[in-house]
């Protein structure tokens, strides 16, 4: 997510700058606040597996598959698309180690900000634990978002490039995140949004998530989330291939 601010050289202007500054919400505020208006902190304590299922969507290629999603505390994650003509993509995060898997690239392990990224998607109960995943948080400012004022938030974590988050002034609800994002070709501009917020077990949820980078779109669509499920501990193990990968490093 971007925030900038622009700096006047005149000094009347500078004055006006900084006064409309200091009238805006801290960005621990508006983070915090994001926490209690989905749900509250002993809403998401009480959770500490999830299983999620839905949708991944190319529409510019007509290809569709389900997608299933399973987490644990503190930072376990596994998530598997199956797309017709494409076959499946898995990605997984635990013990430090972040990986993917496809038919296109094979199988192999992250590193750099690439890693770190997956790292901090992979965090359980993430919302929570933002003061975690970054070392500085900024509000940049207000932007209007499909006609509702959003502060804008600038995020840099502790590890990788900054991101921009808005947050709608009213609801106090996450809208969009942009940024950029390193992957295996490089690094790629970005954007999400998220919308149709549900209640999961007392806590709310986007169920839509509409993202761009490199001129192509994706949208995903959670239709189920079971919170509290067992989940077998083999679930998140790295899978034969990965682990030849680990071990060569």
Known sequence: MTRRLILFTIPLFSLRLFAADDALPKAETILDRFVEVTGGKAA?????????????????ANIKG?????SAAPDKSYISIELDGVGKIEQGTNGGVAWSKDV??????KSGDEKAQSLREGLFNSPLQWRKMFSKVETAGVE???????????????????????YQKKSGLAV???GIASSQMGE???????????????????????QKAAGQEFTMTIETVKTNPEIPA????????????VDKK
Request: glycine share 6%; aromatic share 10%; with cysteine.
């Open 44 to 60: 998401y304590e009480k959770r500490k597996t999830e299983i999620s299922t839905g949708t991944f969507e190319v529409p510019a």
């Open 66 to 70: 389900p997608m299933t999603r399973y």
């Open 104 to 109: 296109m690239q094979g199988a192999r392990i």
């Open 144 to 166: 209007t978002i499909d006609g509702e004022e959003c502060y804008k938030v600038l995020m840099t974590p502790t590890e990788g490039k900054p991101e921009t988050t808005y």
């Open 176 to 178: 969009k995140t942009t």
């Open 188 to 210: 790629i501009e970005f954007e999400a949004v998220v919308s149709e917020y549900k209640p999961f077990d007392g806590v709310l949820m986007p169920t839509k998530v509409i």
């Open 234 to 245: 083999d679930r998140f193990e790295l899978p034969a291939d990965i682990k030849t990968l």
